[in-house]
């Protein structure tokens, strides 16, 4: 996802996630992506989103700016509202590698 490679996107299926996962409480595996530091600290909702800014070069200024404003709540809420309409936003970007009706 980075140049640096400080960030990987996992499926929570993957292999590679198994380690982290089994970390990570079943109510909260379900509720919302986790962002898992190398030190092993694990974020969801806003804060994790406001970090995954942060690593990013070109969005670090907004991270800058949502943690001196205290956004945290305020991307906490709209995390939530996405995850809530996520499936019905689907529709309108599907990914062309997967089947248009699961199984």
Partial sequence: MDRKERLALLSRDDEA?????ARIP?????????????SGVRMMHG???IRVLAYLPVTRWLAWIASVLRLTPLATAVNRLLSRIRKPL???FPNPRLPRRWP
Avoid: H, K, N, T
Wanted: glycine share 8%; net charge negative; hydrophobic share 40%.
């Fill in 47 to 49: 804060p994790a989103g």
């Fill in 90 to 92: 689907g529709r309108f």
């Fill in 17 to 21: 996630a198994a380690p982290y996962v």
């Fill in 26 to 38: 079943p109510d909260d595996v379900s509720q919302s992506w986790q962002l898992i530091e190398p």
